[in-house]
């Protein structure tokens, strides 16, 4: 059986300001993004993994190298670097504030079996989920009896997951948006196509405020 631990990124710049960071620009994490990572880092500290696997975005980077700091088993540990675990791409919308009463990321947000980003040239629902999927089942493959960490992003996890284990696309948001370094754990037992939830956006371990 292979165990999955998905986190996402540290809380950033433009986290903050409630602006669209997608698949093709990056921040800085705050100071709370990096003791969030270094939190979550201590509370998975004791679990040894096989591989780590990260999107090759520096706020996901960033936020790997703060929890892996923490561990202690990084002897002879692999840790890959995948595009396919970027964020879903915004377009022409990369940086700019979001509209919430805009149609599009309402779908995004509520019907992502909806959504349509022809108009500002982003990247699809099923693109996303396609591409990340490919890398979970080749780690899933690769790792039968392995503990396998990923370190991705909001959109292209919640998607993810709910993909993973079973949902119709129209409820491919359910759950979101995941917090920040949230911890979502799936099982998969002998590269089955369904996935199992053991535990979903984890924060317990969480102890710093957001005004810290």
Do not use: C
């Given at each position: 059986m292979?165990?999955f631990?998905?986190?996402r990124?540290?809380?950033t710049?433009l986290?903050?300001?409630l602006r669209?960071?997608?698949?093709?620009i990056?921040?800085?994490?705050?100071?709370?993004g990096?003791e969030?990572a270094?939190?979550a880092?201590?509370?998975?500290?004791n679990?040894?993994f096989?591989?780590v696997a990260v999107?090759?975005?520096k706020?996901a980077?960033?936020?790997?190298?703060?929890?892996?700091k923490?561990?202690n088993?990084?002897?002879g540990l692999?840790?890959q670097?995948?595009?396919?675990?970027r964020?879903?791409?915004?377009?022409?919308?990369?940086?700019i504030e979001?509209n919430?009463m805009d149609?599009?990321?309402a779908?995004?947000?509520?019907r992502p079996?909806l959504y349509?980003?022809?108009?500002?040239?982003g990247?699809?629902?099923?693109?996303?989920?396609?591409?990340?999927?490919?890398t979970?089942?080749?780690?899933?493959?690769d790792?039968?009896?392995?503990?396998?960490?990923?370190?991705?992003?909001?959109?292209l996890?919640i998607?993810l997951?709910n993909s993973?284990i079973?949902?119709?696309?129209?409820?491919?948001?359910?759950?979101?948006?995941?917090?920040?370094t949230s911890i979502?754990i799936?099982?998969?037992?002998?590269n089955?196509e369904?996935?199992?939830i053991?535990?979903?956006?984890?924060v317990s371990?969480?102890?710093?405020s957001e005004?810290?």
């Amino acid at each position: 059986m292979t165990t999955f631990y998905f986190v996402r990124h540290g809380k950033t710049e433009l986290n903050l300001g409630l602006r669209f960071q997608g698949g093709d620009i990056d921040s800085p994490l705050l100071p709370i993004g990096i003791e969030q990572a270094i939190q979550a880092g201590r509370y998975l500290s004791n679990r040894s993994f096989d591989v780590v696997a990260v999107s090759t975005q520096k706020r996901a980077m960033d936020t790997a190298n703060y929890i892996l700091k923490e561990n202690n088993f990084l002897d002879g540990l692999t840790v890959q670097y995948h595009d396919s675990l970027r964020e879903i791409k915004f377009g022409k919308r990369e940086g700019i504030e979001i509209n919430h009463m805009d149609e599009q990321t309402a779908h995004l947000r509520q019907r992502p079996d909806l959504y349509d980003p022809t108009t500002f040239g982003g990247e699809t629902i099923d693109s996303l989920v396609s591409r990340s999927t490919q890398t979970i089942e080749k780690l899933s493959k690769d790792f039968p009896d392995g503990n396998v960490l990923i370190i991705a992003h909001g959109v292209l996890l919640i998607t993810l997951i709910n993909s993973l284990i079973g949902k119709e696309k129209a409820k491919w948001r359910e759950g979101g948006p995941l917090a920040n370094t949230s911890i979502t754990i799936l099982e998969n037992e002998n590269n089955q196509e369904r996935f199992t939830i053991r535990s979903f956006n984890d924060v317990s371990y969480q102890s710093t405020s957001e005004e810290a």
